[in-house]
Nanobody, 120 residues
Framework: VQLVETGGGLVQAGGSLRLSCAAS????????MGWYRRAPGKERELVAV???????YYEDSVKGRFIVSRDNAKNTVYLQMNRLKPDDTAVYYC???????????????WGKGTLVTVSS
């Protein structure tokens, strides 16, 4: 499965962006589709995961601001990011796993990432 992220860019604090992750094949049977990010000088961290039954998991700092969704018919996962903060600046990566997991080491496939920059 190849994953391609799009939708990154420069936005002012308080603004919104929607990231998309398009898969080369069907995602219907993929248990976990996740979004991770790596900020400059920091470790990679989980942002959100959506499971095959629609259950979602969010990292605390994005709860109430970000929404993850999946469209199995389009083989695409989305990350709607609202009320963006400068601390959200990072490269955002899409990943998928055949396991019901949030752990990045258990993700099977990764995209190359898309840069989100939030200006103050």
């Amino acid at each position: 499965v190849q994953l391609v992220e799009t939708g990154g860019g420069l936005v002012q604090a308080g603004g919104s962006l929607r990231l998309s992750c398009a898969a080369s094949g069907s995602i219907e049977s993929i248990d976990a589709m996740g979004w991770y990010r790596r900020a400059p000088g920091k470790e990679r961290e989980l942002v959100a995961v959506i499971y095959s039954d629609g259950t979602t998991y969010y990292e605390d700092s994005v709860k109430g601001r970000f929404i993850v969704s999946r469209d199995n018919a389009k083989n695409t996962v989305y990350l709607q990011m609202n009320r963006l903060k400068p601390d959200d600046t990072a490269v955002y990566y899409c990943a998928s796993s055949w396991l019901w997991t949030i752990l990045p080491e258990q993700m099977d496939y990764w995209g190359k990432g898309t840069l989100v920059t939030v200006s103050s």
